[in-house]
């Protein structure tokens, strides 16, 4: 009975609840561009990231997230262009979102750009409730006839402060709240629709000796109708090739009885100077702790650099 109540709020959270709506992951700092386009172009090659996290592992439903990213300058160096691809399984809906990414780069100073970045995104939003089991069994009557397959167009823009040293960036990844409703205007609730969120980010590399750096990080996720997500990293750069990082992230549930809602680890391995891979595990604080194992991330990033493309230093954002 425990495991089909689960079910039915899991795979009924994103179509009623008014808070976080957008995939978080935990080695966000690896993967900015899935939430900020103008993180496009920034390591001054051809990049890409592949990206997939398993969320609440062990609760039938639960989130899983896959999102591909690509993105370049161009020969007008001011210029970047980015591709990206995401997709979203909560329960029994399963969102889709496709991204293009233009990003305009002004230089501060000689270590420095700011860059200004849009995004248009189509999303295909799937909802099948007929597949929703609850105590009734899987042919409740309650679920019947409200089956949805929407698409959504949307825009989305950030700004994004960078150097060798540091970073800081503001993001909003879709502007229009559009309404999850079929064609014929019927919806579950008046609240059915998608919430705009901003994102706040921010960075810096130290270095502590010829082998060590550390790099502490943040993430500040805001919602409307949520309370204010926080996530706090930090990570050593061993011999600029092993990150080994923690983070720490805030409750935003609205079940809320504590302040933290995981504690979270992490190692990227840098195995050249164009391919990186990382996995991270997250340890659940919240009432979930009893039915799930946690969530983990899986990430394999690729920079097509020739000798020329080199830095004369690594980039560490």
């Known amino acids: 009975m425990?495991?089909?109540i689960l079910t039915a709020i899991i795979a009924f959270a994103f179509f009623k609840s008014q808070a976080q709506q957008d995939p978080h992951y935990t080695m966000y700092m690896f993967n900015q561009m899935a939430v900020n386009p103008a993180y496009a172009g920034s390591r001054e090659c051809l990049s890409t990231t592949l990206h997939y996290r398993n969320q609440w592992t062990?609760?039938?439903?639960?989130?899983k997230t896959i999102s591909f990213g690509i993105h370049s300058p161009l020969n007008n160096e001011r210029i970047a262009l980015g591709l990206q691809v995401v997709n979203d399984k909560l329960g029994v809906s399963n969102t889709t979102n496709l991204s293009g990414i233009f990003a305009y780069r002004l230089p501060v100073t000689k270590k420095s750009k700011l860059s200004l970045g849009l995004q248009a995104t189509?999303?295909?939003?799937?909802?099948?409730?007929g597949k929703v089991t609850t105590a009734v069994g899987a042919s409740d009557p309650t679920f019947s006839g409200v089956n949805q397959n929407l698409f959504l167009p949307n825009f989305g823009a950030g700004a994004y402060w960078y150097s060798d040293k540091a970073y800081l960036g503001v993001t909003a990844p879709h502007l229009v709240d559009n309404k999850l409703e079929n064609k014929s205007g019927i919806s579950q609730s008046t609240a059915a629709k998608q919430f705009r969120h901003l994102f706040l980010m921010a960075g810096c590399m130290l270095k502590l000796s010829d082998v060590v750096k550390f790099k502490p990080s943040t993430v500040i996720k805001y919602a409307p109708n949520s309370p204010i997500e926080t996530d706090l990293n930090g990570s050593f750069l061993f011999y600029d090739a092993l990150w080994l990082g923690a983070s720490w992230r805030s409750?935003?549930?609205t079940l809320r009885?504590?302040?933290?809602?995981?504690?979270?680890?992490?190692?990227?391995?840098?195995?050249?100077e164009k391919m990186r891979l990382g996995v991270s595990y997250d340890l659940t604080t919240t009432k979930l702790t009893g039915y799930t194992n946690?969530?983990?991330?899986?990430?394999?990033?690729y920079?097509?650099?020739?000798?020329?493309d080199r830095m004369l230093t690594p980039r560490y954002f």
Do not use: Q
């Open 251 to 253: 409750d935003v549930s």
């Open 122 to 129: 189509v999303t295909n939003y799937l909802n099948d409730l």
């Open 58 to 63: 062990g609760i039938d439903g639960s989130p």
């Open 257 to 272: 009885d504590k302040l933290t809602e995981s504690v979270d680890f992490m190692a990227v391995y840098e195995i050249n």
């Open 294 to 301: 946690g969530s983990y991330e899986l990430m394999l990033g």
């Open 2 to 4: 425990k495991k089909i």
């Open 303 to 308: 920079d097509f650099k020739s000798k020329m």
